[in-house]
Structures are given as C-alpha cells and as structure tokens.
C-alpha cells in the first residue's frame, strides 16, 4: 500500500493552493506549518511573505483564505496577530486519515524503494576482555538505529568492528602454547559452553599470561616476538589467536541475547579483518601526498588541530617502527566499505570521546577520495553513562561495572515489579519471569534512547522500572491496558466512524497518531532514536487522558462511539507495538 498523506501534509497543501490562488507570483512561498497549542496547527509564511511583497500581512493572509474554497478537511482558519493563520481540521478528516493509517501494515509510514546503503559501526567489544557499561550505548543506540533505518527503506550492512589484533595477543597465544590445556574445558553439566564460563576461562588465562609477561623478562620477549608471528601470518600463531576469538564471541552473543539483540556472525568484522589492506592504504595515502613521513611515522596533518604546545597534532597512520595503529585500520575499513559494500552513508556509533580521531579520520578519506559528494560518514556520537552521583559509573571499589551485573540487576528489580502486579493480571510464574526479562532489558534500553546520544545520562534502575514517568515500564502497561480491553469488549469490533464528533482527548490522540510517520522520517534522517522515544512518551501519556474521559467499555457508550473509540485503542496499540519495536523493546500482551 502506499504511504498515508498526514493531516500535516494534507493541510500544508490546501494552503498552498490558496497562496498560488490568490498571490500567484508567490505560488512556491512555503506556508510555515507547525503544530500549535491555539488550534491544531499554526501557519507563519505569509509574514515573510508580505515582507518580501512590501504588503500587509493580516490583509495577504485575509486574501489567502478567502481563496481557499470550502473543502471536508478545513473546517476553521482564523487570521490572527499579525497574519497567523490558525487552522482547525475537521473531525471526520482526523477519522478518515486515521483510518487510512489502520488499513495499512506500516501504518501508512513510507517506504523509500531507492534509498541508499547505510554501514553502520556499532557493538564493538574487545576480545579475551569483558564488557563493561562502557560498551553498552552503541550497542542500544546503534541497534535501534538499524531497525529503524531498515523500516524506513535504507539498506543497511551491520558491522561490528571487534578489537581482535593488537600486542596484547602475542602475550595471550605465548601463554597458551606453553600452556597448552588452559581453554582445554567443558561446560560442568557437559553440554555448551556458557558465556559466563567462556569469560571466565579467559579472565584467568589473561591474569596469568599478564603476571607472568610482567614478571618474567624471557617470557616478555617471546611474547613480543610472537607479535611478529601473528602479524606475519604465521599459521600455528593464526589458530591459536581464532581459539581466543571463537571463545570471546560465545561470552559476546551470551550478553547479546540477554540485550534482546540480534547480532550476526558474519557482521563480525574486526581490525583483523583489515590487515591485507593497510600497507595498500599507506601507499596510496602517501602516493597521493595526503600523507606524509614526519620523524619515521606517516603522518596526516591539520590546520585546526593542533596540541596543548600549539604544535600540529598529526593522525599517525604508520607509527615509525613500522606498526599500524587504529588510523590504519578505520581508514582500510572505509575503503572496504565504499568500494566493495557500495555504501553511501558510513554511520558510526562511538563514543563522543573518539570525536576528534573520527573527525580526522573522515578528512583524511575525504581528501583521498573515498568520501565525496555520494558518500559520506558520520559519527553518532554518545555521552557517557553516570551513576546517580553523576560522576562516571562505578562499583564502590572504583572498578568498571560488568555489563552482565548490571543486566541481570535490572532483569531482577524489573520481575519484582511484575511479581507484585501478578495476581491482579493473572501471569503464571512463567509469564512472570518472561514479562520481567522485557520489561527490565526494556527499561535499560529507554533510559538510554530517551536521553539525547549525545548527552551523558544517569543510570538509576529505582526510576528506570518505574510504572510513572517517561519509563519504558509506563509505556509496557500502557499496551498491556489496551490489550486487556479488547478482552472486555464483547462483541463490539474496532471500527472508524468519520460522521461522529470528537472530544478533546479523542482528537488530541488522533492527531498525534497521525504525525507517526513524519516523527519516524526524522527520527531517521537525524539518526535521532531518542525523538521516537519522546514520540511514544506522549503518544502513551495522550493515551492515558483520553482513557480517563472517554469510556471505552463501562459506562458503556453508543454502539457507534463504542466502535470508533475502540478503534483509537487498537491503532494507539498497533502504533506503540511498532514504535517500542523500532527502539529495540519488547511489548508484553498481559502485564
């Protein structure tokens, strides 16, 4: 089916015909439409307008409606002030608009046929290391971003660009060759390994091989020189270094799943995954003068970023002894994704602290021709999780917070909410483990897409499984409370109905249900998740008024009433279902 027009659109369009009706020589003037808090909407181009015709504004705006002719959706325009335009919709247009959206599986949200590739870089744990709370934001953000990315007709190539090279390996396979049994293990019940099992075989083997490197000179230097090894390709070396990564990608997928999140082997593209390509990048870098060597190393200089000395800061794509750092590697990843993914958007879910190494990076592409006019890269960049002191999320040991800790602490708090609504809904004790796993993922997920990426955010379970406030938890019940009255409803079907009137709380719904599609559009094109979130909070707290002044079920109203409120509850259902999903968060039936 193709899109649903909004009202928004509709309205914006009667308009301009009224604009080219009356003033033809401003037929392309853009009306200035926006939501407003005096009628439906506000319109405020013709002030601009009448500026630029040397006219008066009321008069131009008076001239304007009158050249509108009577139609089924404005039902009242009013000059205002200077020659705003208030306009009022009529009721039946909110129905019949509405409507359109319920025939539709997508709710009448477009579908782009020729939108582009986006390759979005998110989930980047580090191998033989846990994950911390660190690694938590662009997991969320970067896998909310792809669904929602992927509703709106992107193609999009997930990447998960994993640290998996580096020195710290030639000390880990060193350790393992002389001690050959360490990851020799089965799970105790003698089935799979779990993940929990998985990182905790490699903490122990990273503790010894770091006590003994650092104690042991010999050791040191056959650790060193096992880098040599890796980096050569020698094939002992190269198995050895795939049994730390096989074991790290079972402890990754076993926090994956508990995040609810679907992540896929061969999307697993680490720094290894570059190597063949970094001496080629080198050369052409500086083949093509975009680099060049300063001191030994190669080097990428700029006007605007220069060191606490006033001294260029350089972005050292080959270090003086030879080695490659994380430069290289980015640089070989864009390669690979403009030639050989066909990308037109590199979008990069990273921490705000890696802005300025991204900003460099992206330069230097930019000016060795991998980024041009038809590609480009950004970083959507986050801010840092705080605890409710709001200073950098610790535990009371001033250590780094597990990731899994902090999931199942929420997955625990949550099923107590649930437990303690139980009986009432009628949940079995599986429902109630169930319900609290979505609810408690849910609720750390929100926390975090609710806040502005870019923004630090604090981390405070107690508000996060809250039944009030901007919580996922408040919207969860929200579509469990209009789920449960369709149990209630008898024989009564949801069903429009144009001619009725509408109260205040039923057209208030109503139009906020009809700006869904705009609000994901945006959403998309600011790869900004945290406006759905604002969205649903609305749509859910909007929902919650009308439930309280429209009966639904008891007192029970006209049949014809009865019919199109239901069908207000079933597309405010539908519409929540599909937002919720967008951000990455389960809704439960019963709650």
């Not at 007709?153 to 393992?176: A, K, N, Y």
């Not at 093509?288 to 001191?295: D, L, M």
């Not at 060795?368 to 605890?387: P, S």
């Not at 149990?487 to 109503?510: S, T, V």
């Amino acid at each position: 089916m193709a899109s649903v027009p909004s009202l928004a659109s509709t309205v914006q369009q009667r308009l301009a015909d009224g604009l080219s009706a009356a003033l033809p020589e401003a037929a392309s003037a853009d009306p200035l439409l926006r939501r407003s808090d005096r009628a439906d909407f506000q319109a405020n181009g013709i002030l601009a307008l009448a500026k630029q015709l040397k006219g008066n504004p009321r008069e131009l705006a008076t001239k304007v409606v009158e050249a509108i002719p009577a139609n089924d959706v404005l039902g009242q325009i009013e000059v205002s002030g200077p020659g705003f335009l208030n306009i009022t919709v009529t009721d039946a247009a909110i129905v019949r608009t509405l409507a359109a959206r319920a025939a539709d599986a997508r709710l009448g949200v477009p579908f782009n046929e020729s939108a582009g590739t986006t390759v979005i870089d998110y989930a980047q744990p580090n191998v033989a290391k846990e994950m911390h709370v660190g690694h938590l934001r662009s997991a969320v953000i970067g896998a909310a971003m792809v669904e929602i990315l992927e509703f709106t007709g992107e193609s999009v190539v997930r990447r998960h660009h994993i640290g998996d090279w580096g020195t710290q390996f030639g000390m880990l396979i060193q350790f393992l060759i002389e001690h050959p049994h360490e990851l020799d293990h089965r799970a105790e019940d003698g089935g799979e390994v779990s993940g929990e099992e998985a990182m905790s075989n490699l903490n122990r083997l990273y503790k010894a091989s770091r006590a003994l490197f650092d104690s042991d000179e010999e050791f040191k230097t056959r650790a060193r020189a096992r880098v040599v090894d890796l980096q050569a390709g020698d094939e002992e070396t190269l198995a050895l270094w795939q049994r730390f990564v096989d074991e790290s990608k079972i402890y990754f997928y076993s926090v994956f799943d508990k995040l609810d999140m679907d992540i896929r082997d061969p999307d697993v593209v680490g720094e290894s995954g570059y190597n063949d390509m970094l001496v080629e990048t080198c050369r052409l870098l500086e083949e093509s003068g975009v680099a060049v060597r300063s001191e030994g190393a190669l080097c990428v200089f700029f006007d605007d970023v220069k060191g606490p000395d006033g001294n260029p800061t350089p972005l050292i794509v080959q270090k003086s002894d030879g080695g490659f750092g994380y430069a290289a590697t980015d640089l070989s990843a864009i390669r690979d994704r403009v030639r050989n993914l066909k990308a037109t958007t590199l979008l990069y879910v990273v921490d705000a602290r890696q802005s300025l190494h991204f900003k460099m990076v992206f330069e230097t592409a930019r000016r060795a021709g991998w980024l041009n006019e038809d590609v480009k890269a950004v970083q959507l960049a986050f801010g840092t999780v705080l605890g409710k002191d709001g200073k950098p999320f610790k535990t009371r040991e001033g250590e780094t917070i597990r990731l899994v800790d902090l999931l199942d602490e929420a997955v625990d708090r949550a099923t107590s909410v649930v437990r303690e609504k139980a009986e009432k809904v009628g949940l079995s004790e599986s429902e109630i483990v169930e319900n609290g796993q979505y609810v408690g993922i849910g609720a750390v997920k929100y926390a975090d897409l609710s806040t502005s990426a870019a923004r630090d955010y604090k981390f405070d379970l107690d508000q996060m499984v809250s039944l009030n406030g901007d919580t996922s938890v408040y919207l969860q019940y929200a579509y469990a409370r209009i789920r449960s009255i369709f149990g209630k409803a008898g024989d009564r079907e949801p069903l429009a109905h144009p001619e009725l009137e509408l109260a205040p709380a039923e057209r208030a719904l109503g139009l906020h249900l009809d700006q869904f599609g705009e609000v994901i559009a945006e959403t998309a094109a600011e790869y900004a998740p945290h406006k759905l979130a604002a969205y649903l909070y609305q749509l859910a707290s909007l929902y919650t008024t009308f439930y309280d002044q429209c009966p639904v079920i008891k007192p029970e109203p006209a049949q014809d009433v009865a019919e199109n409120r239901l069908f207000l509850c079933d597309l405010t259902a539908r519409t929540l279902h599909q937002g919720m999903a967008l951000l990455g968060i389960r809704t439960p039936e019963r709650l």
